[in-house]
């Protein structure tokens, strides 16, 4: 069952502007959401995170957005920057036990 | 390196071969927890060991499936018999706390295993 998904596969924005990843999850019981950031032949790192208490946390150019009624959280990146280009895996967690999606692929072009 | 390491980098199983895939996690983390990613999938939790006590194997998929960490340091991934649904990434995260909090784990860069 897949309780955290991110239904694009793929993004693809200029370098400059916003992007915007998109994550939904099905269990309301989830207390904490992280997003993560994958380069190739290299192992998720953390990117920012948010409690189920807030609805929008902010960290430089990263900003996550939880809309808990929805059950959708978003990553807002801006401006992007070539840099960027990663696979982004949106996770959920309760209790310390943390569901992933199958990760949204970011192409910033310059 | 400071970072987790994982060895090897891409193993090549024949069915019904065992497999060993080693992490060597950041030095002095008490935590290690070992995830499988299928193609097209975000990692899955396998199992977690706190310092050589494993606290939760929940997450492995059958017997076939086996992980040690006997000096609370290395650990070990085993899986017996492998079949072609065991092909996968086997990721390996570490953490200095003590507990699952997914904030504070650092990840490997995991073993790319393909059973033909």
């Known amino acids: 069952d897949q309780q955290v998904k991110q239904n694009s596969p793929s993004l693809s924005v200029q370098e400059g502007r916003i992007s915007i990843l998109n994550c939904d999850y099905t269990?309301?019981?989830?207390?904490?959401f992280l997003w993560y950031k994958k380069y190739p032949a290299e192992g998720p790192t953390f990117l920012i995170s948010?409690?189920?208490?807030?609805d929008k946390n902010e960290d430089g150019r990263f900003t996550v957005f939880l809309n808990k009624s929805a059950k959708h959280l978003s990553l807002h990146i801006v401006p992007s920057q070539p840099g960027d280009s990663a696979v982004y895996f949106c996770?959920?967690?309760?209790?310390?036990?943390?569901?992933f999606g199958a990760g949204t692929r970011l192409t910033v072009k310059p | 390196g400071a970072g987790v390491s994982q060895s090897p980098r891409y193993k090549v199983a024949k069915r019904g071969q065992d497999v060993a895939l080693r992490c060597d996690p950041i030095?002095?983390?008490?935590?290690l927890f070992w995830y499988q990613q299928a193609l097209g999938q975000g990692p899955e939790f396998l199992t977690y060991?706190?310092?050589?006590?494993?606290?939760?194997k929940s997450g492995l998929p059958s017997d076939r499936f086996f992980a040690e960490r006997p000096e609370g340091s290395v650990s070990t991934l085993k899986i017996q018999r492998t079949q072609q649904e065991d092909s996968a990434v086997y990721l390996c995260?570490?953490?200095?706390?003590?507990?699952?909090?997914?904030?504070?784990?650092?990840f490997g860069p995991g073993t790319r295993l393909l059973v033909l």
């Open positions: 948010i409690s189920s208490i807030k």
């Open positions: 060991f706190q310092n050589e006590a494993q606290l939760d």
């Open positions: 030095s002095g983390h008490v935590s």
């Open positions: 996770a959920a967690s309760r209790n310390n036990d943390m569901r």
């Open positions: 995260a570490s953490s200095f706390f003590r507990g699952r909090q997914p904030k504070t784990q650092y």
């Open positions: 269990n309301s019981m989830f207390d904490y």
